[in-house]
């Protein structure tokens, strides 16, 4: 595990796009792992203006981490909305190379049984960008989840709940159920790219980087990771 200490997430976010571009530059068929919340959208915005000025996506494919169940169809919120407005049209990714588990559908289980074989069935993830929970949550992976854990649906529990109430209306819009790679399924990427900033991570970035490897602190798993890069800012990195 690399942890880079840099002083602000724009920083993190050009340093974490340098990584981006050589895979996309150097491999004909890129596989990306995307993820939502505000960290990666620095990152995002500057893969855009790279890609302006002339890197390429259109090769590449990606794989979202993660999705609310029950949100209608057309609801701005679902992660698949957020990640078509926020990177892939942006970035010209076609539309038919992104994939994410479907919160509508009927059998959830089997459901996210399929999501997990797709992603086998593409080579599996180059680089899987990664954010972190409040409470050391990655991907929706809360607290008690299994360090071995496939894509599987999780109930959120109270805290990621009232963190994420910020995108919606009220607290009661926030859904309670979604489907999310699994620990194990993070584990299995070849690169894992763990992006935090601000104070109010430092605590879960110190319990993932310098806790014990817990299913207590799912992020915990970075440390397991055969291939991890943790880029903090220094607000981030103050508990290290
Ligand atoms: C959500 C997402 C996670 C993300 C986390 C932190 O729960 N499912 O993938 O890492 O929020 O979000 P933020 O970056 O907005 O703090």
Known sequence: MEVIVLPTATDTASLAADIIEQLVTRRPDP?????????????YEELTRRH??????AHARAFMLDEYVGLPAGHPERYAAVIQREVTEPLDIPAGSVHGPDGAATDLIAE?????????DAG???VQIAGIGSNG???FNEPGSALTSPTRPKTLNARTR?????????LDEVPKHVLTQGLGTIGRSRHLLMLASGAGKADAVAAALEGPLSASCPASVVQLHRHATVLLDEEAAAGL
């Not at 302006?52 to 996506?57: A, V």
């Not at 399929?114 to 086998?120: P, S």
């Not at 009232?162 to 009220?170: E, I, K, L, V």
């Open 52 to 57: 302006k000025s002339g890197l390429n996506f």
């Open 31 to 43: 596989v990306l792992g995307l993820a939502t919340g505000s960290t990666p959208g620095p990152l």
């Open 162 to 170: 009232q963190d994420n109430a910020r995108f919606f209306d009220s």
């Open 112 to 120: 996210c049984e399929r999501y997990e074989q797709a992603i086998i």
């Open 137 to 139: 949550h990655i991907a």
């Open 124 to 126: 599996g993830i180059d």
